[in-house]
Structures are given as structure tokens and as C-alpha cells.
């Protein structure tokens, strides 16, 4: 079972953050997820929201502004004073991070956007160690038409109180199985062994979402998913060499 990092290390260090990233592969994740946008002048950032207010002292749209006005905002005082120098983080920086797996959630808009993150990969070469990931699958489609070897990840929401396991099963399985994508995301709280099992004779990889408590990380590693996503990456590293 492989543990991903949700925004990095972000129970214990600011999220989106090179030191979260750090604490992530320190605590022994074996790769980091992390939202990439586009500033007014083009430069590829990673921030979550679409305002910089939440985790910056900025303020604003972050695709209204420029890298120069954004490069020395303080992106880690609002989780700890002890994260003061913390800034936000661009997707070179990132790319520089050795030994990680990534995965890249597309968070900005339009063509010069995909085009810019894709010749930035091609730098880097670094497409075997990347999941693309998007809540809206069209970005994707389009970025596995013009580079093939790219892997990208399907979100799955998390299934609706009238919907039955059987129904949601169904759903999830179908709409892969359609898709054209590599990866199937699932909540961990709905992921089931039946779920994996099927995904995995399609011949797509499973991983299993916000696994943020004990219960769910074992649930998840139960299933056999390939792979899970958590917020508090020291727990989940416990639990899943305990149960390994």
C-alpha cells in the first residue's frame, strides 16, 4: 500500500508547502498531492484555493496576480508562527523534489494552462513519476491525446446516502470502464474489495481517498486498493506498517 500526502505533511505543517512536502517524504510517504494553478503571467504555482486570503497573508485572486506579487507572501505564519518563511511554491520547485511520486491536480483553466504544465514536465521528464489528476475529466482526456505515456486519475465523489453499494459499485465501475483513464479514485469510507477486485480486471490502478483515520486506513488496505491518500501522513504510515 502506498500513502500519498494530501497537500503534503498538512496535519503537521502548512499545506502546499516545500516543508510539508519535506515532512511528508521524511514521515515516510512515498509521494505527495498538491494543487497546481497559473498566475496572471503565466507561472505555475501551487495553491489550493482560488484566493490567496486562506493561506497567505495575500489577498485575492491568485490568477489575477503576478509571481512578483505573490513570490514573498508568507504562505506558512496562518498555520504556526514557526512556519513564518514558508512561501508559496511554484511547480519547478516541486519537480525538484527527489525520490517522490507526485500527484498533479489540475486546478487552472484553458489551453495555455495544460500547455505550460505539460512543456514543464517535458523538462523534467518526469512523466513516470506523475498522476494527473482533475474534477473535471476533460483536461484530462486532452492531455492523454497529445502525451500518451502521461497517467491520469478519475475522482469519484462520495456516494449519496439513498445511493445503495450495489448502485454506487455500479457507478463507479461503468463510468472507469469508459473513462480512457489509468487510475480510479474511491473514498476510502466507500471502497470495497468487490470495487478493486473489478477495477483491477479492467486493469486500472485503485486509490482509495481520504483516508484520515485509523478505521479508514485499514479499510482501505483491506479492499487491496493500490494506494491511498491521507491528511495526516504519519498516522497512516503507522497503521499501515502495523498491519503490513
Keep these: 500500500m502506498k500513502v500519498i500526502a494530501h497537500r503534503g505533511g498538512c496535519a503537521e505543517a502548512p499545506e502546499n508547502t516545500l ?5 511528508a517524504v ?4 512515498d509521494g505527495i498531492e498538491f494543487d497546481v ?3 496572471l503571467d503565466g507561472e505555475l504555482v501551487v495553491l489550493h484555493d482560488s484566493t490567496l486570503d486562506r493561506t497567505t497573508n495575500g489577498h485575492g485572486v491568485l490568477s489575477d496576480a503576478r509571481w512578483q506579487e505573490i513570490c514573498e ?15 508559496i511554491s511554484r511547480l519547478s520547485d516541486v519537480f525538484g523534489l527527489v525520490g517522490s511520486e507526485f500527484e498533479l491536480e489540475l486546478k487552472g483553466y484553458g489551453g495555455s494552462y495544460l500547455e505550460a ?16 489528476t482533475s474534477s473535471n475529466h476533460l483536461p484530462l482526456v486532452k492531455l ?15 456516494p449519496d446516502p439513498d445511493v445503495s453499494a450495489r448502485m454506487f459499485e455500479r457507478q463507479v465501475v461503468g ?24 477495477l483491477h480486471e479492467l486493469g486500472l490502478e485503485v486509490h482509495a481517498n481520504d483516508a484520515d483515520n485509523p478505521d479508514l486506513v485499514r479499510r482501505a488496505i483491506d ?22
Design 19 to 23: 516543508a510539508a512536502f519535506a515532512l
Design 26 to 29: 521524511e514521515l515516510g510517504a
Design 37 to 39: 494553478q497559473q498566475t
Design 73 to 87: 507572501l508568507d504562505a506558512g505564519s496562518w498555520f504556526s508562527p514557526a512556519f513564518k518563511d514558508q512561501r
Design 117 to 132: 504544465v505539460l512543456a514543464l514536465t517535458d523538462t523534467t521528464g518526469a512523466y513516470e513519476r506523475i498522476e494527473f
Design 144 to 158: 492523454k491525446s497529445v502525451r500518451p505515456q502521461a497517467r491520469i486519475g478519475l475522482f469519484n465523489g462520495r
Design 175 to 198: 463510468t472507469a470502464e469508459t473513462s480512457g483513464v489509468d487510475v480510479v479514485h474511491v473514498y476510502a469510507g466507500a471502497v470495497t474489495a468487490r470495487i478493486v477486485d473489478r
Design 223 to 244: 479492499s487491496g486498493a493500490d494506494r491511498l491518500t491521507t491528511s495526516n501522513v504519519r498516522m497512516a504510515v503507522e497503521v499501515s506498517n502495523s498491519v503490513g
